[in-house]
T-cell receptor, first 107, second 117 residues
Framework: DAKTTQPTSMDCAEGRAANLPCNHSTISGNEYVYWYRQIHSQGPQYIIHGLKNNETNEMASLIITEDRKSSTLILPHATLRDTAVYYCIEYTGKLIFGQGTTLQVKP | GAVVSQHPSRVICKSGTSVKIECRSL??????MFWYRQFPKQSLMLMATSNEGSKATYEQGVEKDKFLINHASLTLSTLTVTSAHPEDSSFYICSARRLAGRVHEQYFGPGTRLTVT
């Protein structure tokens, strides 16, 4: 079973930052946190991953709390094309998907 | 980024027939491949994990005799749904993993929509 907790849905205004939280309070010391998203009827798309340091790439930033019990995915300037289901996953050798957060970016 | 393809993208078959879905990693060699299933408005469910040349490891509740997985090479895995029934209608997604340094990178195919009539 998935071990992360995410809000079911969120809205964000186009052009604004989207901050998606995730709780992973049972994460062990060597487990990475991965973020994927799934746009309707497509395969999941990798976004970013991290262990304990904050990470940034061309798509997003990942902020991990010092105790590693939670993280936040930041899409700095959300566009309509970022509307998708976002999944936060503790990597344990395989990706087990929870229900994710449905992000709706609105004009 | 790495590319994973699936074929076919959608297939309709009659109840009782078998269907084969191919998954290929196009520009990298995958150490492991995974098969997922997704029903409407639900999340992805992991069905099985396979390594090249080895038998697949199935998740609890997944019938290994119904969902045959062959992982013949580092770039190709196939899922065969045998004696398909309408309840097998679903979105099947494969994923390929490679090792990049100390971190596993896992990429997903576009999915195959199976409809059993």
């Amino acid at each position: 079973d998935a071990k992360t907790t995410q809000p079911t849905s969120m809205d964000c205004a186009e052009g604004r930052a989207a901050n998606l939280p995730c709780n992973h309070s049972t994460i062990s010391g060597n487990e990475y946190v991965y973020w994927y998203r799934q746009i309707h009827s497509q395969g999941p798309q990798y976004i970013i991953h991290g262990l304990k340091n904050n990470e940034t790439n061309e798509m997003a930033s990942l902020i991990i709390t010092e105790d590693r019990k939670s993280s936040t995915l930041i899409l700095p300037h959300a566009t309509l094309r970022d509307t998708a289901v976002y999944y936060c996953i503790e990597y344990t050798g395989k990706l087990i998907f929870g229900q994710g957060t449905t992000l709706q970016v609105k004009p | 980024g790495a590319v994973v393809s699936q074929h076919p993208s959608r297939v309709i078959c009659k109840s009782g027939t078998s269907v084969k879905i191919e998954c290929r990693s196009l520009d990298f060699q995958a150490t492991t491949m995974f098969w997922y299933r997704q029903f409407p408005k639900q999340s992805l469910m992991l069905m099985a994990t396979s390594n090249e040349g080895s038998k697949a490891t199935y998740e609890q509740g997944v019938e290994k005799d119904k969902f045959l997985i062959n992982h013949a090479s580092l770039t190709l895995s196939t899922l065969t749904v045998t004696s398909a029934h309408p309840e097998d209608s679903s979105f099947y997604i494969c994923s390929a993993r490679r090792l990049a340094g100390r971190v596993h990178e896992q990429y997903f195919g576009p999915g195959t929509r199976l409809t059993v009539t």
